[in-house]
C-alpha cells in the first residue's frame, strides 16, 4: 500500500487519478474541493501549485493548493506580490497521519515564494468541526500550528470576512525578498488603505 505526495501536478497526471468519494458536504460542513473538474481549472492557473495525496497510485486523498487570490479579493490588489494556500484539505479517514503538515510543505515550496507574500484566510463557517471533534478555539490553535511550522505569522486585519468571527484569522508567510514598498503596502492593505506603486514582477520570468 502506497501513499505519496506531489505537488506541481498536471493534467497528464490528473487523468489517471479519481476524487476520493470522501470530497462531499456532510451534515455541517462541506469540502472545499467536490469535483474534479476543479483541480483542472487550478493547474491552468500561472504559477499555480497543486498539490496532491494519492492512496495507490489513483485515489486523491489529500489536496493542497496555492494560487493568486482572485480578483474580488482585497489582497489581489498587491497584484501578483501575493498567492494564497486556499486549500489544505486531508479527507477523513486519512486525517491524524500528519498529512496536512506534508501537504502544506509541499504546496508552499514554490521557487518563487522568497519573492512572494503567502497567505491564507480561516473562515470557521469552512472548518470540519464534528468530524475533527475540536471546538472552534481548538481547531483555531490547530490551524495556527500548522502553518507556524511553515512560518506563517498571524497578522491583524480588518478585512470584512475576518472581522465576521472571532475566531477567524488572517496569516501570511514574507518571503525574504519582498522589497521594502511592497511591505509598507502590504502593512496598509491589511486596513483597507491602497497605495500606489509599482508592480513589478520582472522576476515572474523564473523557469519554473
Known amino acids: 500500500m502506497s501513499l505519496v505526495i506531489r505537488s506541481f501536478c498536471d ?62 479579493q482585497r489582497w489581489a490588489q498587491l497584484g501578483k506580490w501575493m498567492m494564497e494556500v486556499s486549500v489544505i484539505e486531508v479527507i477523513r479517514e486519512f486525517r491524524g497521519k500528519g498529512l496536512a503538515k506534508g501537504l502544506l510543505k509541499s504546496t508552499t515550496e514554490h521557487p518563487l515564494k522568497e519573492r512572494k507574500i503567502l497567505f491564507m484566510v480561516g473562515y470557521s463557517w469552512t472548518w470540519d468541526l464534528v468530524g475533527t471533534g475540536l471546538k472552534v478555539m481548538e481547531y483555531r490553535e490547530m490551524l495556527i500550528n500548522l502553518f507556524q511550522s511553515e512560518d506563517f505569522k498571524v497578522y491583524q486585519t480588518n478585512e470584512p470576512n475576518v472581522l465576521l468571527r472571532p475566531e477567524n484569522l488572517f496569516m501570511a508567510r514574507i518571503g525574504a525578498m519582498v522589497p521594502a514598498h511592497v511591505l509598507k503596502a502590504f502593512k496598509w492593505l491589511r486596513f483597507g488603505i491602497i497605495q500606489s506603486f509599482s508592480l513589478d514582477h520582472s522576476y515572474n520570468m523564473v523557469t519554473m
Open 11 to 72: 493534467e497528464a497526471y490528473l487523468e489517471g487519478l479519481e476524487l476520493h468519494p470522501s470530497f462531499k458536504t456532510y451534515p455541517k460542513y462541506r469540502s472545499i474541493v467536490t469535483r474534479k473538474s476543479h483541480l483542472y481549472e487550478i493547474v491552468k492557473e500561472e504559477d499555480s501549485n497543486l498539490c496532491l495525496a494519492v492512496w495507490e497510485e489513483k485515489l486523491i486523498v489529500g489536496i493542497g493548493i496555492l494560487e493568486y487570490p482572485q480578483k474580488d
